[in-house]
């Protein structure tokens, strides 16, 4: 088949087999280069881009398998055929593993390995066509609602009961975690979706503004108000107000509020006359709302009249099993949005991703895959994609201390362990992925430190 624009490298330690494939290849209309070691392979690979790359398995100095991890690493994304003399279904399997888009024992017929190369290329034709397919999609507006945790299950059953009903919602939880992304899920699967949605942030603005944003203002009422303006509760008549960062509200508008909700009428600063107003009212805060109370920042009637239907949204820490579904959505959409061919991400990356404290959760999460995919020069993103996009831990005085005091390896192995833990409230199964090792071997490392068997 003719396929000009279709490049091939060669590597093979016979100098016989390599001109006997690039000649076949060539008179097959593919534009075929050579080389006898993996060494000069990888010089080759440096400098110019191959359609695929076609390898033996056994060479000197470096197996094919060990070839296609190198190629992996500065290529992520490149098509590699292995093939072999000493074939069996075990290296088969082990070349499919080391991520080898195809597998051919030796000898076989040229056309073996022309079909071999199509495979190869239609796999990557589909891949790119998929790209293409996801950027002519509207992007759901809860896209960061994967629910394959029970945390998150929890929390998203309970928003869908929830948004049937007219009773006040209140959604806790971590900076970033998607509250504001379940006050939309809870609007839109209400029988208000097709009014307003409006959104206050409450920590946003100055104590004396927020009175007159969530009530209106009368004009004349103090000398920059030339004309009446609506508050929002007006303007979310009939739909939803979204009130974040409740436990920040100025606690002299907190009377006014606590009426509104109770009697459904507001009163603009400075008019006379109220009006009626049909609001669902959704609260967020990142702070516990009975911490507010206790400091008296916070009303006790208000709180009880917020604290009706609580939802809990989980830190990203605590729903590791969402984050491969949250990283591939937001790959499908970002890379969508900037245009780039970027299809997934490299198993190491993922593994890396997962070991991640996200302090900034899902908003967190978000930055860096942007981050990336703008980025990256590869269409899967690699691990070199991600290192630069997180800040460096902070906490790190406990490392200086383990040097000053020049504990052996172990100690501070045992330190690190009982930090991880404490850090994920003493869940073992969740420290085992934060560290990357399972239970068992976490449960004998506490075991040689005196520590108890996970639950």
Same mark, same amino acid.
């Given at each position: 088949?003719?396929?000009? $624009?279709? +490049?091939?490298?060669?590597?093979?330690?016979?100098?016989?087999v390599?001109?006997?494939?690039?000649?076949?290849?060539?008179?097959?209309? /593919?534009s075929?280069v050579?080389?006898?070691?993996?060494h000069?392979?990888l010089?080759?690979?440096?400098?110019? +881009?191959?359609?695929?790359?076609v390898?033996?398995?056994e060479?000197?100095?470096?197996?094919?398998?060990?070839? =296609?991890?190198?190629i992996?690493?500065r290529?992520?994304?490149?098509?590699?055929?292995?093939m072999?003399?000493?074939?069996?279904?075990e &290296?088969?399997?082990?070349c499919?593993?080391?991520?080898?888009?195809?597998?051919?024992a030796?000898p076989?017929?040229i056309?073996?390995? &022309?079909?071999?190369l199509?495979?190869?290329?239609?796999?990557?034709?589909?891949?790119?066509?998929?790209?293409r397919?996801?950027s002519?999609?509207?992007?759901?507006?809860?896209h960061? &609602?994967?629910? $394959?945790?029970?945390?998150m299950?929890?929390?998203?059953?309970?928003? $869908?009961?929830?948004?049937?009903?007219?009773?006040?919602?209140l959604?806790?939880?971590?900076?970033? =975690?998607?509250? +504001?992304?379940?006050?939309r899920?809870?609007?839109?699967?209400?029988?208000?979706?097709?009014?307003?949605?409006? $959104?206050?942030? #409450?920590?946003?603005?100055?104590?004396?503004l927020?009175e007159?944003?969530?009530f209106?203002?009368?004009?004349g009422?103090?000398?920059?108000?030339?004309?009446d303006?609506?508050?929002?509760?007006?303007?979310?008549?009939?739909? *939803?107000?979204?009130?974040?960062?409740?436990?920040?509200?100025?606690?002299e508008?907190?009377?006014?509020?606590?009426?509104?909700?109770?009697?459904?009428?507001?009163?603009?600063?400075?008019?006379?006359?109220?009006?009626?107003?049909?609001?669902?009212?959704?609260a967020? *805060?990142?702070?516990?709302?009975?911490?507010?109370?206790r400091e008296?920042r916070i009303?006790?009637?208000l709180?009880?009249r917020?604290? =009706?239907?609580?939802?809990e949204?989980?830190?990203?820490?605590?729903?590791l099993?969402?984050?491969?579904r949250?990283?591939d959505?937001?790959?499908?959409?970002?890379?969508?949005?900037?245009?780039?061919?970027?299809i997934?991400?490299? *198993?190491?990356a993922?593994?890396?991703?997962?070991?991640?404290? /996200?302090?900034?959760?899902?908003r967190?999460?978000m930055n860096?895959?942007?981050r990336?995919?703008?980025?990256?020069?590869?269409?899967?993103?690699?691990?070199?994609?991600?290192?630069?996009?997180?800040?460096?831990?902070?906490?790190?005085? /406990?490392?200086?201390?383990?040097?000053?005091?020049s504990?052996?390896l172990?100690? =501070?192995e045992?330190r690190?362990?009982?930090?991880?833990?404490?850090? #994920?409230?003493g869940?073992k199964?969740?420290?085992?992925?934060?560290?990357?090792?399972?239970?068992?071997?976490? /449960?004998?490392?506490?075991?040689?430190?005196?520590?108890?068997?996970?639950?």
């Amino acid at each position: 088949m003719k396929r000009p $624009q279709s +490049s091939v490298l060669v590597v093979d330690d016979d100098q016989g087999v390599v001109d006997w494939l690039v000649e076949e290849l060539s008179e097959r209309h /593919w534009s075929a280069v050579g080389v006898t070691s993996p060494h000069l392979a990888l010089e080759e690979i440096a400098h110019r +881009s191959f359609d695929v790359v076609v390898s033996d398995v056994e060479m000197p100095g470096m197996r094919g398998l060990e070839l =296609v991890q190198a190629i992996h690493a500065r290529r992520a994304a490149q098509l590699v055929v292995l093939m072999t003399a000493f074939g069996s279904i075990e &290296l088969a399997m082990q070349c499919v593993r080391a991520g080898a888009a195809d597998f051919l024992a030796k000898p076989f017929p040229i056309d073996a390995l &022309l079909h071999a190369l199509e495979r190869a290329l239609r796999e990557r034709t589909m891949r790119k066509e998929i790209v293409r397919l996801r950027s002519s999609l509207t992007a759901s507006p809860n896209h960061e &609602l994967v629910a $394959q945790s029970t945390g998150m299950r929890r929390a998203l059953d309970l928003a $869908q009961r929830a948004a049937a009903s007219r009773a006040t919602v209140l959604l806790t939880g971590e900076s970033g =975690v998607g509250k +504001s992304v379940l006050a939309r899920f809870v609007h839109h699967h209400s029988g208000r979706r097709d009014r307003a949605l409006v $959104q206050l942030n #409450c920590a946003a603005l100055p104590a004396g503004l927020v009175e007159a944003e969530l009530f209106g203002v009368k004009r004349g009422a103090y000398t920059d108000a030339r004309e009446d303006r609506a508050g929002l509760f007006v303007q979310a008549d009939g739909g *939803t107000l979204f009130l974040d960062e409740i436990a920040d509200m100025p606690t002299e508008a907190q009377p006014k509020l606590l009426l509104a909700l109770e009697t459904g009428s507001v009163r603009p600063i400075g008019a006379s006359d109220e009006r009626k107003v049909d609001v669902r009212l959704i609260a967020a *805060t990142n702070r516990p709302l009975e911490e507010a109370l206790r400091e008296k920042r916070i009303r006790a009637d208000l709180y009880h009249r917020l604290n =009706v239907i609580r939802i809990e949204i989980p830190a990203l820490r605590e729903r590791l099993e969402d984050l491969p579904r949250l990283v591939d959505d937001a790959l499908q959409r970002l890379a969508a949005r900037a245009e780039r061919p970027v299809i997934g991400v490299s *198993t190491e990356a993922m593994r890396w991703l997962m070991r991640q404290p /996200w302090p900034g959760n899902v908003r967190e999460l978000m930055n860096v895959i942007e981050r990336a995919v703008t980025l990256t020069d590869h269409d899967v993103l690699v691990l070199d994609d991600f290192v630069d996009g997180l800040e460096a831990p902070q906490d790190d005085a /406990w490392f200086a201390d383990a040097a000053t005091q020049s504990l052996p390896l172990d100690e =501070v192995e045992r330190r690190y362990i009982r930090k991880v833990l404490d850090q #994920c409230g003493g869940n073992k199964a969740r420290a085992a992925r934060v560290l990357g090792v399972d239970r068992t071997t976490l /449960w004998r490392k506490l075991q040689s430190d005196g520590g108890p068997e996970p639950e």
